[in-house]
């Protein structure tokens, strides 16, 4: 990554975090179950047997509901867990709510994992993953860990990879770089964006 693009991506990740969190909470409720719903209609995520979420944290849409409406529906929900010494997520299976804690950076995730195997992202048949910005096509900037990044690179199928943002959220383009994941699909409170076909890597 070239010093330019790095603090590109550091400006441009400072500059809407602080867009989202100035978003009224009352508006921002509202937005996350507007997404929500688009999130859960899509055939994506309606035909899928297993998928990623991600507990939300501070002002990222709500996604509480529709955890809890996945595993209603009998899906397999995976929720990722931080491994602080190697920095990278593990996946780890959860069957309610209720068995997640605040674990990394006051981040919610799978808690009594000790003694349970991590999950294969291979199982999985789509993946919701968050972000700070992205745009229209499919480029996101994450929160700077390279977490989702390293954790993605191991799919060995395509799938899909969803992301929901407020509108607020989509910029004219993000800088990219090849080892960076691109998402497939983006559900804002406004619309679906359908990035193209590229999934995962773009080579």
Known sequence: MGPDMGQDKAALRKELLRKRNSIPPEVRK????????????????????????FASFRSEVDMTGMISSSLASLKRVMLPKVDPGTMTLQLFEITSPDELSPGYMGISEPSGTADRKPCDVNDIDAVIIPGACFDEKGNRVGYGGGYYDR???????TVPIIAPAYEEQIVDAVPAEAHDIRVGIIVTDRRVIRCGPETGHSH
């Open 30 to 53: 509202v937005k996350s179950s507007a997404i929500v719903s688009h999130l859960e209609s899509l055939d994506e995520i309606r035909n899928a047997g297993t998928v990623l979420l």
């Open 151 to 157: 954790l993605l690179s191991g799919l060995q199928k």
